[in-house]
Structure formats: C-alpha cells, structure tokens
C-alpha cells in the first residue's frame, strides 16, 4: 500500500501536508494545555482572593503577627498568580502562532491544488 502522502504528487507537497498534520497535532496539545492553564488560573485567583480576604480579617483585628504572616501569603499567592498568568497568556500566543501557521500551510496547499 502506498503512502497516503504520495498521492500529493511533487515532494514538497507531501512535506507541507505533513507539516499541516504535525500543526494540527500541536495545536491540540496547546489547547489541552491552555484548558489546564485556564482552570489553575482560576484557581489561583480564588486563593488570591482568600489570602486577601484573610489578611483583611487580621487588619480589622489588629493582630500583628497574622497581619505579617497573612501579607506574605498574599505576595506569595500574588507572584504564583502571575507565573500562571504569564504562562497562559505564553501557550495562549503559541496557539495563535500555530493557527497562524496552520492557515499559511492550507493556503499553500490550496494554491498548488493540492486539497482533497
């Protein structure tokens, strides 16, 4: 049995479909990454939320040393928040690049006639 990536004729046909395929592949490794970024973003959030609203609690009762403790647990929270939200927005720019990507390597196919 031949290869299905024969069938596109000239080499460099084939080597841009399979690219394409290997594209495809990437960008739904992105996404599934992306969903995972997405709900550890959220998550983050809420504990950011909860260390601030802790430390509120401590202000309001003046208790000085869970007021020290608590802001180092919001700046910590603040900081592992942030890494999350620069490593979303990281995989959220490769998953525009591979679309990107993804979208030339049609139109190539495309304007060589090489679609099924």
Do not use: F
């Amino acid at each position: 049995m031949a290869s299905d990536l024969r069938r596109h004729g000239e080499t460099g046909s084939a080597v841009r479909a399979a690219e394409l395929i290997v594209s495809s592949a990437r960008l739904r490794e992105l996404s599934e990454c992306s969903a995972v970024l997405r709900r550890t973003r959220l998550r983050a959030e809420e504990i950011v939320k909860e260390a601030r609203d802790l430390l509120a609690e401590a202000e309001r009762q003046g208790d000085p040393d869970r007021i020290l403790a608590l802001s180092a647990q919001l700046d910590e929270a603040r900081r592992a928040y942030r890494k999350v939200v620069d490593a979303y927005l990281t995989i959220c720019r490769r998953i525009r690049e591979e679309r990107q990507e993804i979208d030339r390597a049609r139109m190539t196919l495309v304007r060589h006639g090489l679609t099924d």
